[in-house]
């Protein structure tokens, strides 16, 4: 009986640890974006406590003395824009390969990765100048343009898995009550991928928000950036740190995109579980 | 059908010049070009363009003044490249912290998808919170721990200070803080530290996806067989898990190896360069610096063999025998 | 008129020939079964039929017109697969009225085809539940109901009764025979199981390796195998197929290999056998005898074993380890040529 009480202890102990891993600089944030400034840069007392009052003027310091609105602004368009855009390139692309394209193509999941291998901090150099070349230089529209080809292949690949996963008997029954193959693909087989359709949305506008190295490289001018690029640039004036609201700053972001991202967890898993079954030859 | 109250079902077609049209396409041979192609082309010309132009880039003597591609000068930007003790330096922490973190995100990737396996009250939860440091944007994430490892205001310093392991006369030093992102070693194990945070979910999930895929009989037989709980992690889970634990090592590899946006908000590569890493490296010789071929040979150096060990890499995944 | 007609069919993958020079006509309103064991062909020659594959050469002529090139959607053939293929994200209402939506069937037509099929299969009351929530026998009638409202001429058949449960196997099978009696539509139906095909089928016809070996009545197939593959195949237990010499098997079906004492006719045996009872087998309706032949056969390299049926209702007269005497009638042994495995009229010379 104490083994198993035993394994159940460890069982919560290390799922406590890892949770507490994972949110310790958010914790942190936290605590920091509420404190008032005067409770913030001292030594000495316990900093886990609130010694003075918190606060929420950082918060409506960010929101109204800072170009943070504008930053969000930004990068929720180029997000929108960039999941239009990936969902309406992923979605047929990643069903040809599944369908239409015999044996390699559903085993062409991991070498979609390949792509991945060209990172951007490769490419940014010249993709700068094929910006400039489009006009397109310190405008949001240039990464509209250009991040997609982070969130294509990724998107591409997890609904390849989706894909696979619905039987090709479906697809064959569907042309066989009338369906061309379009039709097949259109009445059959695209409505049971809605949820995976969902998760890319999620990971792509993620995807989009997250790249640090487009925006800070494309866009100087401070009203059109983004908040990745934004933020760092913005409430970091030469040596001085507004730690609060760069805080606020990075919760605003951080903790909708995880609750985003953990209501579609098991879709990913299952993204993963059905590359694997073709990597091992299921 | 003897008694069939209608007729056998004639489609009244319209041939007119779009369904004409559509007839003619909605053929498996034409759809895979139409359905394919956009994405196919995107990427093409948004991903292989840029790439030729980099490794033009690279071997010509381009600069921010003067962008042009005529001056065609071989492998002198390498050659120069390799003469700076910086490159050698990025080069040496590329791969260390590359290498530790994915050691480190092995073992805890491992362990946290053991656990991950089972339902509890409050999973949910725990998914949201586990998954923060993938959902935080990396630039946003890098100011996270800039300030948690901040030299003055660290909480960090406070617990080990009222711990007794900082502080005059106690094992980690005479001083009350750690300046975490300003000493080389130091700075390089924050760097590590924070890595691992980040790529910790995207991994776990990996290789949580593969964790699943064992038939729970498998264990059922081990445990019959008397083994015990390391063991059947050692025998059991970890060889069949072997195929995602390459994918999870090459994907989390190539996301650490080319983020240089952790770098530059930490420490800058500082003190001097020796927390300095490729891709920032390249940022800082090709824009800010102003050498474009420079910066392109640097940020190309790794592509290479980059690109043999994810083939290999692959290759050793497909040929597993976990099937 | 018939409705299928196979000419010359072929279809090959790279090196394998999956479908090599089927010809085959069915006749109207008929249930032919194409028979044979994993990865004879028979799959591929359905999926020829419905159009999921193309042919690498042959012709398939439906109601006398050829389809090739014709997509699925036109061919007027319906097809039931082995997993049924039910679209889970719609009401088993909505799968079934699916042809229908597609082929943009007038609005006012459809519950009516509805209401029939549905009564027809005694699904109505489960028209709201979604796939996921039925019985595999539910399932199959769903599958049936959804092929049935489009009218088709000609009713494909994947290995049907496979998914389902032992238990229901059987009566889901005299369901389908009477089906088939009632709508009167010309069905092929695609199995390995040969007990099913023998109960089901008016005709079969049996493949292996691509190749068609014969068609004929369940009886025909039984009683007068074309050649070894057919006779080895069709029938449980298997026919009793026995070397004679360099030239000649004899075969004779083990209800047919009867004990010396218990044979009509006496003197003139085309076998006569000398065989040790190794184990008896009770079935409940029957006995089965396996034994090892002593003699009565000329000197092969192994020791010939044999399977004897005895009548139904009679006590094994002998035990295990016991030697029996069993014979065969000319009229039950059937010869086949030992080189090229096809039926032969006589064996040359008597056994020994």
Known sequence: ?282 | MNSSTIAPVEHAREEGLLARLGRALDRPQVLVWLMLGPAVLYIIAFVGFPFILAIALSLSDATIGDPSLDRYVGLANFAAVMRQDAFWIALRNSLLITAASIGLLLVLATAASELLVYSFRGKRLFQVLFILPWAMPVSLAAIAWLWLLDSQFSPVDWVLVQLGLLGPGSPLGPFSHLYYLGRPWLGIASLVVADVWRMLPLATIIVLAARLSIPEERFQQARIDGAGFFRILFRITIPALRPMLIVAILFTSLLIIGEMGMVEILTRGAPGHATQVLPYWAYLKGIQSGSLGQGAAIALFLFPFLLVAAVLALRAAYRSPEA | ?352
């Not at chain 1, 100087?220 to 640039?233: E, L």
């Not at chain 3, 139904?312 to 080189?339: I, K, L, M, Y």
């Open chain 3, 1 to 352: 008129m018939s409705v299928l007609t196979l000419r010359a069919l072929s279809k090959r993958y790279g090196r394998i020939q999956a479908v090599d020079g089927v010809n085959l006509t069915s006749g109207e309103g008929e249930l032919l079964a194409i028979l044979g064991p994993s990865g004879s062909g028979k799959s591929t020659i359905m999926r020829l039929v419905a159009g999921l594959e193309m042919p690498t050469s042959g012709d398939i002529l439906i109601d006398s017109k050829s389809v090739l090139g014709i997509p699925p959607k036109d061919r007027n053939v319906a097809m039931v697969f082995q997993s049924f293929a039910l679209y889970p994200h719609m009401s088993v209402r909505d799968n079934i009225l699916f042809p229908l939506v597609a082929r943009k069937v007038p609005k006012p037509l459809r519950q009516p085809k509805l209401d029939q099929v549905s009564r027809m299969l005694g699904i109505e009351d489960l028209l709201d539940r979604r796939p996921t929530r039925l019985s595999g026998g539910q399932q199959q009638k769903v599958a049936l109901a959804r092929a049935l409202v489009r009218d088709p001429e000609l009713f494909v058949f994947d290995e049907p009764l496979s998914s389902l449960d032992a238990k229901i196997r059987s009566q889901a099978q005299a369901e389908l025979r009477e089906l088939h009696d009632r709508t009167g539509i010309t069905m092929l139906y695609v199995t390995h199981d040969q007990i099913e095909a023998l109960g089901l089928a008016d005709r079969i016809a049996v493949i292996n390796q691509g190749r068609l070996h014969q068609v004929g009545t369940p009886r025909e197939l039984y009683m007068d195998p074309a050649d070894l593959f057919v006779a080895g195949f069709v029938g449980t237990p298997p026919m009793n197929l026995l070397p004679i010499d360099d030239d000649t098997i004899a075969g004779l079906r083990p209800e047919h290999l009867r004990l010396a004492s218990t044979a009509s006719a006496a003197g003139d045996y085309a076998l006569d056998l000398e065989v040790t009872v190794n184990q008896l087998e009770y079935l409940g309706s029957e006995w089965l005898a396996y034994g090892t032949v002593h003699s009565g056969l000329p000197e092969q390299g192994e020791p010939q074993q044999v399977i004897a049926r005895l009548p139904a209702g009679t006590e094994p007269p002998f035990s295990t380890g016991d030697r029996c005497r069993f014979v065969g009638t000319h009229q039950d042994v059937r010869w086949f040529d030992r080189n090229t495995g096809k039926r032969k009229p006589a064996a040359v010379g008597a056994v020994a």
């Open chain 1, 1 to 282: 009986m104490s083994g198993r009480i035993l394994r159940r202890v460890g069982f919560f102990l290390g799922i406590g640890l890892l949770g507490l891993f994972a949110i310790i600089p958010v914790l942190w944030a936290l605590i920091t974006v509420f404190k008032a400034s005067t409770d913030l840069y001292v030594f000495g007392p316990n900093p886990f406590l609130f010694n003075d009052p918190p606060t929420l003027d950082h918060l409506v310091i960010l929101f109204k003395n800072t170009n943070f609105p504008v930053f969000l602004k930004n990068s929720a368009i180029v997000g929108v824009c960039v999941v239009a855009i990936t969902v309406l390139l992923s979605v047929p692309a990643a069903y040809a390969l599944a369908r239409l394209t015999g044996g390699w193509g559903e085993r062409s999941g991991m070498a979609i990765f390949l792509v991945y291998l060209i990172p951007p901090s490769l490419l940014f150099i010249p993709m700068y100048r094929i910006v400039v070349w489009l006009g397109l230089a310190n405008t949001i529209w240039s990464l509209v343009v250009v991040l997609p080809t982070i969130t294509i292949p990724f998107c591409t690949w997890l609904l390849l898995g989706f894909f696979r996963a619905i039987p090709r008997v479906q697809d064959e029954a569907a042309l066989l009550d009338g369906c061309g193959y379009f039709g097949a693909f259109r009445k059959v087989v695209l409505p049971q991928v809605w949820p995976g359709i969902g998760a890319c949305m999620v990971f792509a506008f993620s995807l989009s928000l997250g790249n640090y190295i487009y925006a800070a490289t494309f866009i100087t001018a401070s009203s059109q950036r983004t908040v990745t690029a934004g933020v760092p640039t913005e409430l970091i004036r030469g040596d001085v740190f507004y730690w609060s609201e760069l805080m606020a700053a990075t919760l605003v972001v951080a903790i909708p995109l995880a609750i985003a991202y953990g209501l579609f967890f098991n879709y990913l898993v299952g993204g993963f579980r059905s590359a694997e079954e073709a990597l091992t030859g299921r």
